[in-house]
């Protein structure tokens, strides 16, 4: 056995492929894979406390890296292989502001701001994983489906090396202009198909299957090896200490499933000794992972889950014409890929499932807005969900949350105007017919004649 292979996620199959297969498929079930190591033969560190050691050596490209300064959790390329442009330069910033919005205990509610990524989002942790696979096996164009922040990040990474093509598939209006921006900017050839995020995934993965050409979207588990890393850095900053929970969106279950399984590893490493349960908050809109997993009962079941349930459900969003309604962009996704990691993932840590409406994703952004991190409003939900999660009893005053925010507020400014807009068309046009009903914590310009005596009074009275 290779120190470095993929195997089948489920027990029962466990067939296993090379790790320079690029079809990313089991090939005996047709199941997800898993990038797989045999520690036994590799070097995994004797403690997390190692890694400290890297800082004093950011002069050298992959300990500067956020992903690649933990080489030996996800070892699964050559180090000449590996190509960064110096991803995850994040922060865990405590929010004492936002855990009174959610209703926990001062110094208890950290942001991990994924938003100062180069492309804004933490899809640069797993694109540069991605892309250093893609460049062992020799690819020269790459592409994904995307509702925005996969295609910002494939197309700056593209750009960036100068080393492969990118192809980006997107859905009929079904994209952030501010995200849109950067794939075309960046130079990708931009495919728009008449459809959704769902339509422009079957796509892209025939396209790419016909025509040889490298996937990045979250099916590549190279590219989960990279979000992996959000969680390391996440306990890096809280001196290796486990949170209680941690909270994120829920799109194509990419980022849940990928943090599963650096707590799986590290409790298997013995590197941790406990992990911190997980929430997964969907959209209203886009409540896939919420519907099958809280009200159906969908459960990993030791790695044979009733995937029946699972498929009743896609046919009938299909059959009924049902398709993902959110102004959380980057999770509006109905038909997520990487269920079944997910399902895995909950499993092993705990946790839930649960879903927020765009009118609690937005007033939770506001609230992380007017704390000092920007967020795009999917991020949002992590707040809202912890918020929901606090006020059934499921998370506790004194727990330790993590919120994680996946964007950066840039990424889909016209939510963020429309929200605070004092035009109450500019609402309804990009908020209203999303069923948001007000702008709660809304931070609208004061509006006064351009008379000296006007403007003092107005500052004096609102500052």
């Known amino acids: 056995m290779e120190r470095v292979f993929q195997r089948c996620i489920y027990p029962r199959c466990a067939a296993e492929r090379a790790v320079d297969d690029t079809t990313f498929v089991c090939p005996k079930c047709g199941g997800l894979m898993d990038v797989a190591y045999d520690w036994d033969r ?15 050596q950011r002069n050298q490209p992959l300990n500067f890296s956020g992903v690649w300064r933990f080489y030996e959790l996800l070892p699964f390329v050559p180090r000449e292989c590996v190509l960064t442009i110096g991803e995850g330069q994040t922060i865990l910033q405590q929010a ?37 696979h893609a460049r062992l096996v020799g690819a020269r164009r790459a592409a994904c489906a995307s509702t925005g922040n996969t295609s910002a990040s494939l197309a700056l990474f593209c750009s960036a090396t100068g080393l492969m093509r990118a192809i980006v598939f997107i859905g009929s209006g079904k994209i952030a202009f501010g995200k849109l921006a950067q794939a075309l900017d960046y130079g990708a050839l931009t495919v728009q198909i008449a459809g959704d995020f769902d339509d422009a995934m079957q796509r892209v993965q025939e396209v790419a299957g016909r025509l040889g050409i490298y996937l990045v979207n979250s099916i ?49 490493l013995g590197l941790i000794r406990r992990a911190p349960k997980l929430a997964v908050i969907n959209a209203a809109g886009a409540n896939t992972f919420y519907e099958l997993f809280e009200r159906r009962g969908l459960r990993w079941n030791n790695g044979t889950p009733s995937l029946e349930v699972a498929q009743q459900h896609f046919a009938k969003l299909r059959s009924e014409n049902i398709r993902a309604q959110t102004i959380a962009s980057a999770i509006e996704i109905n038909h997520p890929v990487n269920l079944p990691k997910a399902l895995r993932a909950l499993e092993r840590c705990g946790g839930v499932v ?31 969900g912890a918020r929901k999660l606090r006020r059934e009893g499921i998370i506790a005053p004194g727990d330790r949350v993590v919120c994680i925010l996946t964007g ?29 009903k007000r702008a709660t914590f809304a931070n609208r310009a004061v509006q006064v004649p351009n008379h000296l005596d006007d403007i003092i009074r107005a500052v004096e009275l609102y500052s």
């Open 42 to 56: 590799l070097s995994p560190p004797p403690s997390l406390r190692e890694f400290e050691k890297k800082w004093a």
């Open 96 to 132: 004492d502001t936002v855990a009174d919005y959610v209703g926990v205990d001062r110094g208890r509610l950290y942001l991990q701001y994924e938003g100062l990524n180069p492309s804004g989002s933490f899809k640069d942790n797993g694109m540069t994983a991605a892309f250093s």
């Open 220 to 268: 590549n588990p190279f590219r989960l090896e990279g979000q992996k890393a959000i969680m390391y850095r996440v306990l890096e900053a809280l001196d290796w200490e486990p949170p209680d929970w941690i909270v994120v969106p829920g799109g194509n279950l990419g980022n849940v499933s990928a943090f599963g399984k650096a707590f799986i590893e590290l409790l298997e």
């Open 354 to 384: 649960r879903e927020a409406t765009d009118q609690e994703i937005l007033d939770a952004k506001a609230k992380v807005g007017a704390g000092g991190l920007g967020c795009e409003p999917a991020s949002g939900a992590s707040v809202a």
């Open 408 to 436: 950066h507020q840039l990424k889909d400014p016209n939510a963020t105007v429309a929200y605070h807009s004092t035009d109450q068309n500019t609402f309804d046009e990009v908020l209203g017919k999303r069923g948001v």
